[in-house]
């Protein structure tokens, strides 16, 4: 490279290790004064191209959200305060990298970061500090969160009540519930800061997870005397606290206070007032609350729908279990999956399969993608009632949407077995191998049972043979399905238990546990002398 051209490009980008003679000209080094004359003398490549010409602080932060890489962003940040003519970060760009590596969990690089800005001049806002607690909260470091707290007043700034609450509510968070009474209780006299009644509830719910009733009473009759109104939350969070302990009638009592008040309860309190009446199995007691809250005007939502519903199929009431879900899909809310097959049991139980049927295809009119575990669920009652072309038909729908699972797949075959169904069950086996989905030590039992039922135990030992070619380890029932089939077949198959024999024999402990030999072996030695003979010679070759 030739010294006569002063104007050099230095990457910060290449890796420059690799050139065997050197970019930089040493003379010309020592004819440099200081750093602004070697930064006018050598150009920096930004860390993305375009880089604008002119940029603001402004026009940082949009580069620094819009960029996938917060590593990228970070080094857009850099570039920007050191290799940028005339640039100067404000408030607004140190909040924008500060909260994009929070959210991306790279908390090594904030300290050299938030040093830098309390080192500078900027006046900073408090919603940085409260983000950044917030966000080593998610992160499970609640002593990071109350370090960032205690920082706030390092950068010429107060912490109010808002900060506070959020320290509080990360101590919660993280399940820190016996810091919270210490920090409420120097609140002022440490930090300077008049709590609010958010803070009196995050307090209150700190005590009742401590199962402290008594202090979160004592707190609430307080309250008043710290020049706080006790609200709809404060009582919720007292009431959750007497139904987790089981006090119903304490809960009672509280939830009618609320209503002597003149307090509306809201969504919140009615649900948890009804779930601790379903804990309890107090159904008739939770279904009047919910007919109380739909008559104060109050709505029921996705949770309270659920804690009923799942009640009802506890206590066998499939028919009410039915209505609720077809409001609860009414109302616009998705029932989950689980919830799903609990009512599809309960239904099936009751005898009522084409009532869990239409539910099924009501989810799909709704738009609701109904999973493989609740379409398993409905092929598994479809197949115990004999309707196996029904459950074929359903999972052929099923399919056209949707994946089928081992779970789907198992399921569907071994209702086929179990209805005779062999031939089928063996085109299924055959659909299922071919979309790439292996089978399992399930889906093997449940083919080796058909075919035992059926008197086909040759195939079920080839089939038993297949599972130690895919190293798929046999189990205990494995084994049992095998002998009963065995035992079955009656005499003349002694060629077969060898084979059996041999398999596991030639395998040794690599799949075979002193459960499966037990099984195996006592129970054949137990039905057949012709078969301890066999046993016997076997184990002598071997």
């Not at 500090?129 to 107060?158: C, D, E, G, N, Q």
């Not at 320290?167 to 800061?193: D, E, T, W, Y």
Request: net charge neutral.
């Amino acid at each position: 490279m030739s010294i006569l051209h002063r104007h050099r490009r230095f990457s910060t980008i290449v890796d420059l290790a690799h050139l065997s003679s050197p970019i930089i000209d040493p003379s010309h080094l020592t004819s440099l004064r200081s750093n602004s004359d070697l930064l006018v003398s050598y150009s920096v490549t930004p860390p993305l191209q375009p880089w604008p010409s002119r940029l603001s602080p402004r026009h940082l932060s949009r580069i620094i959200r819009s960029l996938p890489d917060p590593l990228l962003a970070l080094r857009a940040f850099h570039h920007a305060s050191h290799f940028h003519p005339g640039f100067s970060h404000s408030y607004l760009s140190y909040h924008s990298i500060l909260l994009r590596l929070a959210h991306a969990r790279l908390f090594s690089h904030i300290p050299p970061i938030l040093s830098s800005l309390r080192h500078s001049s900027i006046h900073c806002g408090e919603n940085l500090f409260i983000s950044l607690i917030r966000a080593y909260s998610l992160s499970s470091r609640p002593s990071s969160s109350l370090k960032i707290f205690l920082s706030i007043p390092s950068f010429r700034l107060r912490a109010s009540v808002r900060s506070f609450n959020a320290l509080l509510n990360a101590m919660i968070q993280n399940r820190r519930f016996h810091l919270v009474p210490i920090l409420f209780k120097h609140c002022q006299s440490k930090f300077g800061i008049i709590p609010n009644v958010c803070t009196a509830n995050i307090f209150l719910k700190a005590l009742c997870k401590l199962g402290n009733l008594d202090g979160a009473l004592k707190v609430l009759d307080e309250m008043p005397t710290w020049g706080m109104v006790p609200n709809v939350v404060s009582y919720t969070t007292i009431l959750s606290c007497y139904c987790s302990l089981g006090d119903l009638h304490g809960a009672k009592a509280l939830f009618d206070e609320i209503l002597h008040r003149g307090w509306s309860p809201d969504v919140t309190t009615y649900t948890v007032l009804i779930d601790g009446y379903c804990r309890s199995g107090r159904l008739v007691d939770a279904v009047r609350t919910m007919d109380e809250m739909d008559n104060a005007g109050v709505k029921p939502n996705d949770v309270t729908y659920s804690v009923v519903i799942e009640e009802c199929c506890k206590a066998k009431k499939s028919g009410e279990a039915l209505n609720l879900i077809q409001d609860m899909l009414d109302g616009k809310y998705i029932p989950s999956s689980t919830l799903c097959c609990k009512v599809i049991d309960a239904l099936c139980e009751d005898g009522k399969v084409e009532d869990a049927c239409d539910i099924w295809k009501k989810l799909l009119k709704k738009n609701v993608t109904p999973d493989n575990s609740i379409s398993s669920t409905l092929i598994y009652w479809l197949c115990k009632k004999g309707k196996v072309l029904e459950a074929r038909k359903l999972f052929d729908e099923f399919e056209k949407g949707f994946i089928p699972s081992l779970l789907t797949y198992s399921t569907l075959i071994s209702g086929m077995c179990e209805n005779g169904e062999l031939q089928e069950a063996g085109r299924l086996w055959d659909d299922m191998l071919e979309k790439k989905c292996a089978p399992n030590v399930f889906t093997y039992n449940v083919l080796i049972k058909g075919f035992c039922k059926v008197g086909k135990v040759k195939e079920g030992v080839e089939i038993l043979e297949e599972m130690l070619e895919k190293k798929c380890m046999p189990n205990k029932s494995t084994y049992q399905v095998l002998v009963d089939g065995l035992l079955d077949a009656g005499d003349g198959d002694d060629e077969l238990v060898e084979k059996v024999l041999c398999n596991l024999v030639s395998v040794g402990g690599e799949f075979f546990s002193k459960d499966d030999w037990s099984v195996f072996v006592a129970k054949m030695v137990k039905e057949s002398e012709n078969w301890r003979d066999v046993l016997n010679a076997l184990l002598l070759d071997a």
